[in-house]
């Protein structure tokens, strides 16, 4: 059964600074919802916030029906794997070991962790065609390789809602279209999806509901195509839109961000 993420009327400040102000949204079992806008316009925050990470926040945060406020840090790792933007490793562990990590809600304190997760976690590198990583110290990898073993840690977790911070930051083609396609099949397969990306153009191939994010508050959301006038207002330029295989893309005019006409503020 699936987990739905609903957030409501949801306000968080790191001192005076008001990064979130009554944003409301709804992730849904079986889809992939995404947050999209411009550096500082507060994705990161958010899912910090719904994974439990930053609190007190003002509003309600739901999931499965439970506000977050109240879950023990076990609870909130049973039901939700949390993919962060950044990631400070200090120790030289095997990447292997890394993504073992995820297993740590489901395993005993007591045996550590079994044959099964160790299985388990081999399968999901596979999947994520990071396998020749397995035995390299993770705090010598490259920011795209990292970036591969945190979603492989977040997967082999096994809860049922995934938020996932910019999952392609760092990733080459190849790599974001694994990431993707795997984001996609773990919806279809009735996980909830909560993400932010960078690419308007990968959210809209890829997610059924973009809420387009603005100085922390929802400025619109997206179902099915992308909208360049939204755009254009929330990142402050002008951008080209485009067609091919019948999919519209939107893109940056080369020399637009100095047509800003969003002004300060
Ligand atoms: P995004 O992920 O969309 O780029 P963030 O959620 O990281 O944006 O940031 C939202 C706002 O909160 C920004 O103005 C940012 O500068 C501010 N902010 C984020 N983290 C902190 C922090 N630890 N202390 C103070 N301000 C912060
Ligand atoms: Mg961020």
């Known amino acids: 059964m699936g987990v739905k993420v609903e957030v409501r009327n949801l306000s ?10 009554g944003v409301s949204l709804d992730a849904y079992e079986g889809q992939v919802t995404c947050l999209l806008g411009p550096n500082g316009s507060g994705k990161t925050t958010l899912l910090k916030c719904v994974m439990g990470l930053l609190s ?4 309600s945060i739901r999931v499965g029906g439970r506000e977050v406020s109240e879950m023990d840090r076990r609870e ?3 039901l939700m794997a949390y993919v962060p933007q950044i990631h400070r490793a200090v120790f030289p562990f095997s990447s292997l070991s890394v993504v073992l990590l995820g297993r740590t809600p489901w395993i005993s304190e007591i045996s550590g962790p ?3 997760d160790i299985r388990r976690a081999e399968e999901v ?7 020749h990583l397995a035995h390299r110290p993770y705090t010598r990898l490259s ?5 591969m073993v945190l979603i492989a840690r977040a997967l082999v977790q096994e809860a ?5 911070d910019e999952p392609t930051a760092y990733l080459d083609f190849r790599y974001q279209s694994i990431v993707m396609d795997v984001v996609r099949r773990l919806a279809d397969s009735g996980k909830t999806v909560l993400l932010s990306l960078h690419d308007p153009n990968v959210a809209a191939a890829y997610c059924d509901r973009i809420y387009v994010l603005d100085r922390g508050t929802v400025a619109g959301v997206l179902e099915g195509s992308l909208d360049k006038g939204i755009l254009e207002r929330v990142y402050g330029m002008e951008l080209a839109q485009g067609s091919v295989d019948g999919r519209t893309f939107i893109f940056p005019r080369r020399g637009a961000s100095r047509s800003s006409h969003r002004g300060g503020s």
């Not at 968080?12 to 102000?21: C, E, Q």
């Not at 590198?125 to 396998?131: A, D, F, K, R, V």
């Not at 049922?160 to 996932?164: A, Q």
Request: glycine letters at 16%; proline letters at 5%.
């Open 114 to 116: 079994g044959e099964e």
């Open 56 to 59: 007190p926040y003002n509003g």
């Open 143 to 147: 920011g795209g390789e990292m970036r």
């Open 76 to 78: 909130a790792a049973r």
């Open 160 to 164: 049922p809602v995934l938020l996932m």
């Open 12 to 21: 968080f400040s790191f001192g005076s600074i008001k990064a979130l102000r």
């Open 125 to 131: 590198m596979e999947e994520l065609g990071i396998s």
